[in-house]
């Protein structure tokens, strides 16, 4: 009995320490190993593939640290092109395509396209006729290999030779109900919906097509419905109205993850195109407040990351401004020790960017932030005091560079 004592006492200790190092500043560790476990690798009925099983309740919220930026992706500060009208972008999303990053605005009627460097390509608009939108663009895809932009709407995505602008072909998906998201994989296509309530069981949640619009393989809604594949006490997010978020990775698998701002949990599944194969590999709570919330869950090569956004009062902007609180987490994939964070610019004296509204796709990081808002941050940080003379110096030179009729900046990185 004194042992058993002794040793739980032990063990009290050891997670106290692990707590109160991991609650350091990561400039001194530059890694997660000394925070402790926050999830544990469950066997799968099929004994092939596991279930990561992360705890909210695991993290210490009231202590994040700081986790540079260039930890977690390979990033630079891109000032875009504005020498006309047309090329100004507002609130919205940035998506990276090799050379080419995308930004549609929240309305759904316009798309820029600039290259990575920040050089204004061309505009593609709602209007009339196949050339335009005719309506509401959900998402944008560039397939940048063969150089032609996707718009894609309710019942049909448009492609655009991105050179030229013009219009070439349109691929009806009448038989879908949702907006999807769209990826081009060498010579197919990959959607993807959120495959919704009851009534939508009977349609598909993935599906792939030849560049014509065939059908090849899917994967249909009712596969969320599964209760063979994860633990039953995770099953509430399959229930409830969601929304899909994907990526490639580098180990030939896509990222399906299922976000619902009221579900008690939400997973990541990994789907192989090759196969046809779709199974659940990360699960975390997901933690009800009487506000509502919004949580993302995301996966890189090497982190496991999501974050919660809990609203303080009215709506949130879809630029990620607005009257919110954001909690971020980070989760090492290899020996799942994680915690909560800051997630900071280490490049411009660690600047927190953890309540900006990021976008990871196709392997990268992108942040979309109008000159005023950089500014705001700079002058954060800079009355935050704790930089030397040179972190000072670039953070002044910088901030006063920036005219706010700028055209927005992003920061875009290839994630690790």
């Given at each position: ?11 009290m200790c050891l ?9 350091s500043?990561?400039?001194q ?10 999830g544990?690798k469950?066997?799968?009925d099929?004994a ?6 992360v705890d909210?309740?695991?993290f210490?919220?009231d ?13 630079e500060?891109?000032?875009l092109e ?5 090329m ?6 940035f ?17 820029l396209?600039?290259?990575?460097q920040g ?6 608009i709602?209007?009339?006729?196949p050339e ?7 998402s ?8 032609e932009?996707?718009?894609?709407l309710?019942r ?14 349109s ?5 879908e ?19 919704g309530?009851?009534e ?8 792939q ?5 065939n059908q ?14 994860v633990n039953?006490?995770?099953?509430e ?11 490639p ?5 896509f ?12 997973t ?6 090759a196969?046809?194969?779709m ?11 009487e506000?509502g919330?919004f949580?993302?869950?995301?996966e890189?090569?090497?982190?496991y990351?999501a974050?919660?956004?809990e609203?303080?009062?009215g709506?949130?902007?879809?630029d990620?401004y607005?009257?919110?609180?954001t909690?971020?987490?980070m ?11 800051h997630?900071?610019?280490?490049k ?10 990021a976008?990871?796709?196709s392997?990268d990081f ?22 030397d003379d040179k972190?000072?110096l ?11 009729d700028?055209?927005n900046?992003?920061?875009v990185?290839?994630?690790?």
């Amino acid at each position: 009995m004194r042992k058993e004592l002794l040793y739980n006492i032990f063990q009290m200790c050891l997670t106290i320490f692990l707590l109160l190092s991991c609650q350091s500043k990561i400039s001194q560790s530059e890694s997660l190993m000394s925070c402790p476990v926050v999830g544990v690798k469950n066997a799968i009925d099929n004994a092939v593939d596991s279930l990561i099983v992360v705890d909210y309740n695991n993290f210490d919220f009231d202590h994040p640290i700081d986790f540079p930026l260039s930890e977690f992706c390979d990033y630079e500060l891109v000032k875009l092109e504005n020498s006309t009208k047309e090329m100004m972008v507002g609130p919205g999303r940035f998506y990276v395509f090799g050379n080419y990053m995308t930004w549609r605005d929240p309305y759904g009627h316009r798309a820029l396209v600039f290259d990575r460097q920040g050089n204004y390509i061309r505009t593609f608009i709602d209007s009339q006729g196949p050339e335009g939108f005719e309506g509401f663009c959900s998402s944008i895809h560039v397939d940048a290999e063969n150089e032609e932009l996707y718009a894609i709407l309710r019942r049909k995505t448009k492609v655009y030779n991105l050179k030229t602008g013009e219009y070439v072909k349109s691929i009806d998906h009448e038989k879908e109900m949702r907006l999807p998201l769209m990826i081009t994989m060498q010579d197919k296509l990959l959607f993807v919906q959120a495959p919704g309530q009851m009534e939508y069981l009977k349609k598909d949640a993935i599906w792939q097509t030849d560049k014509e619009g065939n059908q090849v393989k899917s994967i249909p809604s009712s596969f969320f419905w599964n209760m063979d594949l994860v633990n039953h006490q995770y099953f509430e997010d399959f229930w409830m109205s969601s929304f899909p978020l994907i990526k490639p990775s580098g180990e030939d698998y896509f990222l399906f993850s299922l976000n619902n701002r009221y579900a008690i949990c939400d997973t990541t599944y990994h789907y192989y195109p090759a196969t046809n194969r779709m199974v659940p590999a990360t699960t975390m709570k997901n933690p009800y407040t009487e506000n509502g919330g919004f949580y993302t869950q995301e996966e890189t090569p090497t982190y496991y990351t999501a974050y919660f956004t809990e609203m303080v009062s009215g709506t949130i902007q879809l630029d990620g401004y607005g009257d919110r609180i954001t909690k971020r987490v980070m989760v090492d994939k290899k020996t799942l020790r994680g915690s909560s964070v800051h997630l900071c610019l280490d490049k411009l004296g660690m600047i927190d960017i953890t309540a900006e509204y990021a976008q990871t796709f196709s392997g990268d990081f992108a942040l979309n932030l109008s000159p005023d808002r950089l500014q705001q941050l700079i002058e954060e940080r800079l009355n935050k005091g704790g930089l030397d003379d040179k972190e000072r110096l670039k953070l002044r030179t910088l901030y006063d560079s920036i005219d706010p009729d700028d055209n927005n900046y992003v920061i875009v990185g290839k994630l690790k």
